[in-house]
């Protein structure tokens, strides 16, 4: 009993201490990329929520991420999460939410991508455009410490979600990495990274301009390769604790589409939408050969699983016979004349003959979408008209700037030049002043003589 005043006065103590502790936890902004995504009792945090909150309840929002809503706003949505409110409801404004995003991120204490990863990446566009898309995914992997690589991937998978939904949104790609780069890649904008530049002119603001003007254009870039290529360059991380899904998935896929499709296949006689996307594989990249090989072997081994299913398919759609029998012949040599074996190879010479009609026909045939991990549809697909127009716009821009470039390296040059002829008439001048001088040093010695 005698200690009881002392115990109460520990647990006053630690009363007091723990709302401290709890504020610091809540605290939202002036986080490290450790705990960007999560809190330190590993449940989601603030920039987590509000990444999903966008994904849900944004993507429908014109102008998102892109329209400024009111500071007072933000900070207000802020400080109402570091009080407990850590919810977000779907009648919120997506515009506040937006600019929370970009708020926490402007706010962390380091880059959510460090200088020395910018200067990285930065070299790596800069390589042999073949070798591109290699350095950059090895850059990714290999030189950015995990919680940066994470946060960057997070952020990312958000901007695909919206960009998915550009027709409503109206938020493109270039659209998305205008309004996220400067906040990604910030130490590149500031001009933290040690980058080899091509212009020499020590402080001359024309130089700063170009300076800061290349700099934006190597940062959006990079967020756009990011964005298309977000596959190949994060897959390799997650493939093996996700890779299992992705194929029982697509193997799901598959068989719905034998079972209610019929009387509907493509035009070649292909059904295998795999194949398609193995196709894609090889067209888009020749660095990822051996991976769309070995993607290859496993959609073909899936293929012969489901043969059986598929073989009643196989022999309601109008073939060559011609074909059939000669191919089917030339197996039943090794496999006797057993009448399922006959189907089964049968079916598997329609298999292998709709794959080389694919494989032919890859610039005509209309590739069916190959769904990912995160539930969108993929960008390495054939481009619509839409797609086409921005790609010549885009390189309209580039055209556009590359000229103004070539304009500012000659006026630069014209300057110098100039500059020069008035710096070497100016030190012409100033010899004959010099010389005039002593003239008249020397007559004003001979007045005072002759005085």
Not at 127 to 139: F, G, T
Not at 249 to 257: A, N
Request: charged letters at 35%; glycine letters at 4%.
């Amino acid at each position: 009993m005698g200690q009881n005043p002392i115990f109460s006065t520990d647990v006053e103590a630690e009363s007091a201490e723990s709302p401290a502790e709890h504020s610091e936890d809540r605290s939202v902004i002036g986080r490290p990329a450790k705990f960007a995504l999560v809190d330190a009792d590993g449940s989601p945090s603030f920039l987590e929520k509000a990444l999903k909150f966008i994904e849900d309840h944004g993507i429908k929002v014109e102008g998102i991420l892109r329209q400024s809503a009111d500071v007072e706003e933000v900070k207000r949505r802020i400080r109402d999460y570091e009080k407990g409110k850590n919810e977000f409801s779907p009648e919120e404004d997506a515009h506040v939410i937006g600019d929370c995003i970009k708020y926490v991120l402007r706010e962390m204490p380091s880059s959510p991508v460090p200088a020395s990863c910018c200067t990285a990446l930065v070299k790596a566009y800069r390589s042999d455009k073949a070798r591109r898309l290699d350095e950059i995914n090895r850059v990714i992997n290999e030189v950015f410490p995990e919680p940066n690589r994470q946060l960057l991937q997070r952020t990312l998978k958000m901007m695909q979600v919206v960009e998915s939904h550009k027709a409503v949104n109206r938020m493109s790609q270039s659209a998305l990495a205008a309004c996220m780069a400067p906040l990604l890649l910030r130490p590149l904008l500031l001009g933290e990274c040690d980058i080899d530049n091509e212009f020499s002119m020590g402080g001359d603001s024309s130089f700063q301009l170009l300076q800061a003007a290349a700099a934006a254009n190597h940062a959006q870039a990079i967020v756009i390769i990011m964005m298309e290529e977000f596959d190949q360059i994060f897959d390799d991380s997650e493939e093996g604790s996700c890779s299992s899904d992705a194929y029982t998935e697509s193997e799901d896929d598959v068989d719905k589409e034998y079972s209610t499709d019929n009387d509907t296949h493509d035009d070649d006689g292909s059904y295998d939408s795999g194949e398609d996307d193995i196709e894609e594989d090889l067209d888009y990249s020749d660095d990822s050969e051996h991976d769309s090989k070995i993607n290859a072997n496993i959609k073909d081994g899936k293929v012969k699983n489901n043969i059986s299913e598929t073989a009643e398919v196989a022999q309601a759609e109008d073939t060559s016979p011609m074909d059939i029998n000669s191919q089917s012949n030339q197996k039943q040599e090794s496999c006797g004349p057993n009448g399922s074996k006959d189907r089964i190879l049968r079916s598997t010479s329609r298999s292998s003959s709709s794959r080389e009609k694919t494989m032919e026909k890859s610039c005509s045939s209309a590739h069916k979408g190959k769904r990912t991990l995160w539930g969108r549809t993929s960008a390495r697909k054939d481009l619509s008209t839409e797609e086409i127009e921005c790609c010549s716009d885009d390189e309209a821009l580039v055209e556009k700037l590359e000229s103004n470039k070539i304009d500012l390296q000659s006026k630069i040059a014209k300057e110098a030049k100039e500059n020069a002829i008035l710096w070497s008439s100016l030190e012409k001048r100033k010899e004959e002043l010099h010389e005039r001088r002593l003239a008249l040093e020397k007559e004003q010695k001979n007045v005072d003589s002759i005085g």
